[in-house]
């Protein structure tokens, strides 16, 4: 007993004990720290004072379990002595002696506070980085090393069926191998060569393929890096039929430009050549004219 007694007192949980009236007859170092309540202000009372008036039913019904012999698992709030409210898990149990007499129950809680700071934030950083995500221009998917689809962004939404050689004929389904949803041969050869190869040497890709229908994909490829090591892909498929065509006309412009540089340069040389034939000509006829007199 002087063990278990000793092993409660260390515990940071919670534990409370109740006899067969629900009256408090024992709690641990812990429920003080937890609450700011006494021993000796809490001895003898029933736990409604740590619960919130809005979780009264749930003291009803856990009360009503364990008079039934049944264990009682959930969340509650409570109230600490200085009206500050906090989350706890509970478990409420029955205590019956060596008869099955019921003659109390023994509540054990874990506040959950921190933990659920830490979820809010994580929950937060994740939407941030989805809302991320989400504004980029082409579609996202993040596979394993397997190369299972792990999420995928909204773009493949504003994306034709087939692009950069993926066919997808709905939503992205999670836990299939992209490589699954090429269905050219080559194409999904060369996408397992160029994923094997960002795995094993950790440095990005990019990759160029012109689809049959015209469009021009650029498909990036980058590892997706945890701590050291890499847990798997990144593969970011841009539509690049525009930019090309911008280019081409890019090109073009340059060589009519370059055209019209070396037509103005060969007039130019042209009219230099005309300017000497003419001065020839006309000193020869001076020449002439002189001699004939």
Not at 34 to 42: F, I
Not at 46 to 59: G, H, I, M
Not at 101 to 120: A, K
Not at 141 to 170: K, M, Q
């Amino acid at each position: 007993v002087q063990r278990l007694v000793t092993a409660i007192d260390a515990t940071p949980d919670v534990f409370l004990i109740t006899d067969a009236d629900f009256r408090i007859t024992f709690v641990n170092p812990a429920f003080q720290s937890a609450t700011g309540y006494s021993l000796e202000e809490v001895l003898g009372q029933t736990d409604d004072f740590l619960r919130v008036p809005a979780e009264q039913e749930k003291v009803r019904t856990y009360r009503e379990k364990v008079l039934a012999g049944r264990e009682w698992i959930g969340e509650l709030v409570n109230m600490r002595r200085n009206g500050e409210t906090y989350h706890v898990e509970c478990t409420v149990s029955p205590i019956s002696d060596i008869a099955g007499q019921f003659m109390g129950y023994v509540v054990c809680e874990r506040d959950t506070t921190v933990r659920r700071h830490l979820q809010t934030a994580l929950r937060s950083e994740r939407d941030f980085v989805q809302s991320i995500l989400h504004s980029l221009d082409g579609a996202i998917y993040s596979l394993d090393c397997e190369f299972r689809v792990t999420h995928s962004n909204a773009g493949w939404r504003f994306l034709p069926a087939e692009h950069g050689g993926i066919n997808f004929n709905g939503p992205p389904l999670i836990g299939l191998s992209l490589l699954d949803f090429v269905p050219d041969t080559g194409r999904r050869a060369e996408l397992r060569q160029i994923f094997e190869e960002v795995i094993g040497t950790g440095r990005p890709h990019e990759n160029h393929f012109h689809s049959a229908d015209g469009h021009h994909w650029l498909t990036r490829i980058s590892p997706w890096i945890d701590g050291s090591k890499v847990r798997g892909l990144i593969c970011n498929v841009a539509d690049q039929t525009q930019y090309h065509e911008l280019q081409g006309q890019l090109f073009q412009a340059q060589k009519m430009e370059i055209i019209g540089t070396l037509a103005a340069g060969v007039a130019h040389d042209c009219n230099n050549l005309l300017q000497a034939i003419r001065g020839h000509a006309s000193l020869a006829l001076m020449q002439a004219a002189a001699e004939s007199q």
